[in-house]
């Protein structure tokens, strides 16, 4: 199984911050890697697809980039709505795995 | 506007089986596959499994196989997700997502959207 490694777990960050997480993958996954934000108690909603594209309806602050094994979600001017937790997700191989996930809490 | 809307929570003793169901609305249903995602309290995403609502093709991650069926039912726009031989670790709350696909130039790509609201299942003697 793919290994998927996010850094940091967590973080703290003042309104109109720029934020950067980073997931890294065990094996080589392409441009095959997704960035799922969730806020507490509620369900997974996708922000980015094949590693850098925006999913429709999702605010151009979130950014993608990354190739290989080694990816960046970036959000450039944090807001309060995006105090949350994000995952990153590869689907180059089944079983398809996501990572430990980094909480976004306000400073 | 597509939602995926799941049945409610479960409390279950161990050696059970749960049924969670999923049911689809706001487009074709046998235009997309249906994963299963769970997660666990405080914990991270786990991904099941997928199933075809096309041809009830499914996936199912080795850690499930034996243990899981997904289905689907084409009239009703639903999809299933059972659990035999449930345990106490069983115990999170279960998303269904809509499998959406992406062709490009560079690959097939794909990812979840939207995810149904989430069903615990609480596995307890």
């Known amino acids: 199984d793919i290994q998927m490694t996010q850094s940091p777990s967590s973080l703290s960050a003042y309104v109109g911050d720029r934020v950067t997480i980073t997931c890294r993958a065990s094996?080589?996954?392409?441009?095959?890697l997704n960035w799922y934000q969730q806020r507490p108690g509620k369900a997974p909603k996708v922000l980015i697809y094949?590693?850098?594209s925006l999913q429709s309806g999702v605010p151009s602050r979130f950014s993608g980039s990354g190739s290989g094994t080694d990816f960046t979600l970036t959000i450039s001017s944090l807001q309060p709505e995006d105090f949350a937790t994000y995952y990153c997700?590869?689907?180059?191989?089944?079983?398809?795995?996501f990572g430990g996930g980094t909480k976004v809490e306000i400073k | 506007q597509v939602q995926l809307v799941q049945s409610g929570a479960e409390v279950k003793k161990p050696g059970a089986s749960v049924k969670v169901s999923c049911k689809a609305s706001?487009?074709?249903?046998?235009?997309?596959?249906i994963s299963w995602v769970r997660q666990a309290p405080g914990q991270g995403l786990e991904w099941m499994g997928w199933?075809?609502?096309?041809?009830?093709?499914?996936n199912y991650a080795q850690k499930y196989q034996g243990r899981v069926t997904m289905t689907t039912d084409t009239p009703t726009s639903t999809a299933y997700m059972e659990l035999r031989s449930l345990r106490s670790d069983d115990t999170a709350v279960y998303y269904c997502?809509?499998?959406?696909?992406?062709?490009?130039?560079?690959?097939?790509?794909?990812?979840?959207?939207?995810w149904g609201q989430g069903t615990l299942v609480t596995v307890s003697s």
């Open positions: 997502a809509r499998e959406f696909v992406v062709v490009a130039a560079t690959g097939h790509f794909n990812g979840f959207d939207p």
């Open positions: 706001g487009y074709t249903f046998t235009s997309y596959g």
């Open positions: 199933i075809s609502a096309y041809n009830g093709n499914t």
């Open positions: 094996l080589y996954i392409s441009g095959y």
């Open positions: 094949a590693a850098s």
């Open positions: 997700q590869q689907t180059y191989s089944s079983p398809l795995t």
